[in-house]
């Protein structure tokens, strides 16, 4: 059996500092598109689901989950607004 997609993540994270570096830069993004995944699965969603509350696509939602577009304030609202969640935006220093 093959090795799973953690694992050769993890052999490339280890054997490529390109990919390692490249990984880290989007760490913020990875963690953005997670926590939005984990609103959906917390409400018991499916993405048709968000969408409809939305009043978007559900190719829209994926969209979103997969960090294909980067959404306006507005988006991500009725995004939280559908999955029962707030949004809460923090700069670190």
Known sequence: ???SIEEKHREMLDRDPGYALEYARME???QFVRELIRARVRAGMTQQQVADKMGTTQSTVAR???GGTMPSLRSLQKYAWATGSKVKISLEG
Do not use: D, V
């Open 64 to 66: 979103l989950e997969s």
């Open 1 to 3: 059996m093959g090795k």
């Open 28 to 30: 913020e993004e990875f």
